[in-house]
């Protein structure tokens, strides 16, 4: 006869994953003295009966990577919003990677075709998005994020935010091109922004060139 399955968990502490069948803690285990975090909890949070996810966050975690790599929208959603969460830094509000698109003020869809156009007129209408992404591509700012005052007296400048990530700002571009540039603004680039909101055509007391663009959270998604 087969051995006695011995289990060594209690399942007021502990739940299995729905995915990969191992049990996981429920709450985050703290050390008594110190209360730094020994062990994670193992799910999210969720407005399920016992409030936690039925998928553990080692599972959800693979399903988002096997997602991004397969999924251009995800992967761009997940870069974009991993950048604008380490620009805000603290001052980043709640649930602000739900709400992503409502900060952006555009659907990261719309981010996605005008991306995938621009690859396209530059690198030839075979080029793919998905691939370039795959490669290992940046979704590179055209003006840097050091032009852009976001963060002014601890507040967030959310029009000046919208600004700095407009679609007519954004271009996928190799990694090696982006690292080489840098926080510079190449010359090309002003030319492709200047093409696509005359951008030239704005210039300071100092004559240096700005980005003027509309923010878009008034435009409905196409």
């Known amino acids: 006869m087969p051995e006695p399955i011995i289990r060594d968990y209690d399942k007021k502490t502990h ?9 996981r803690l429920r709450v985050a285990l703290l050390d008594p003295e110190t209360g730094t975090i020994i062990e994670r909890a193992g799910f999210g949070k969720h407005d399920s009966s016992d409030g936690l996810q039925s998928i553990c966050h080692v599972c959800k975690n693979e399903n988002n990577n096997k ?12 870069h974009i919003g991993t950048r604008c969460r380490t620009q805000l830094g603290d001052l980043a509000p709640p649930n602000f990677l739900t709400d992503l ?11 996605e075709k005008a991306l995938r156009k621009d690859l396209k007129s530059r690198e030839g209408g075979k ?8 490669e290992g591509y940046h979704i590179d700012h055209l003006y840097p994020l050091s032009r852009f005052a976001v963060v002014v007296n601890g507040q967030v400048d959310w029009d000046m935010f919208r600004k700095c990530w407009a679609i007519e ?24 922004a200047s093409d696509a909101n005359d951008a030239n055509d704005a210039l300071d007391a100092n004559d240096e060139p700005i980005l003027d663009v509309p923010v878009q959270g008034s435009e409905e998604p196409q």
């Open 15 to 23: 739940k299995k994953c729905i995915q990969c069948r191992a049990w």
């Open 101 to 111: 698109e409502d900060h952006l003020g555009y659907r990261i869809r719309k981010l």
């Open 169 to 192: 700002n954004l271009s996928a571009i190799p990694a090696a091109e982006n690292l080489a540039k840098g926080a510079k603004v190449l010359e090309e680039n002003l030319e492709h």
């Open 67 to 78: 997602s991004r790599q397969k999924n251009a929208t995800a992967r761009i959603r997940h």
């Open 127 to 134: 080029r793919s998005l998905r691939e370039a992404l795959q």
